[in-house]
């Protein structure tokens, strides 16, 4: 149950991130992560041609590096398809996608208020 407590003679709503038990959490996760990095090194100054798994310094499978690799490449292909398609050519009609989309959110929340 939320707390309310005063502000400045103004009603407040306490976050659930205040409570201490939210806050000691977080404090000992922060911990461990700083005790981890200390230990095995800071994983961006890592000069090494396999990507390893920051907690176990395993190597990661293949075709995670692959798509880790290409993201940046994959998402501006993405980016210039889009461009292409809906603002340059309107090959695709936005219009046409958002109503879709607002169409099955719609009946999608109908749904789950039943």
């Not at 911990?31 to 000069?47: C, L, T």
């Not at 395993?58 to 461009?83: D, H, W």
């Amino acid at each position: 149950m939320p707390t309310y407590e005063s502000v400045d003679d103004k009603p407040y709503l306490s976050h659930h991130e205040e409570s201490h038990s939210f806050q000691k959490l977080f404090h000992e996760k922060a911990n461990r992560f700083y005790n981890k990095v200390s230990e095995v090194g800071n994983p961006f100054g890592i000069e090494h041609e396999s990507l390893l798994k920051l907690n176990t310094q395993e190597i990661c499978e293949p075709m995670v590096v692959e798509t880790l690799r290409n993201l940046e490449s994959r998402g501006a292909e993405q980016f210039k398809k889009y461009t292409r398609e809906v603002l340059e050519t309107g090959e695709k009609n936005i219009k046409k996608i958002f109503t879709g989309l607002v169409h099955c959110i719609h009946l999608l929340q109908n749904d789950w208020f039943r």
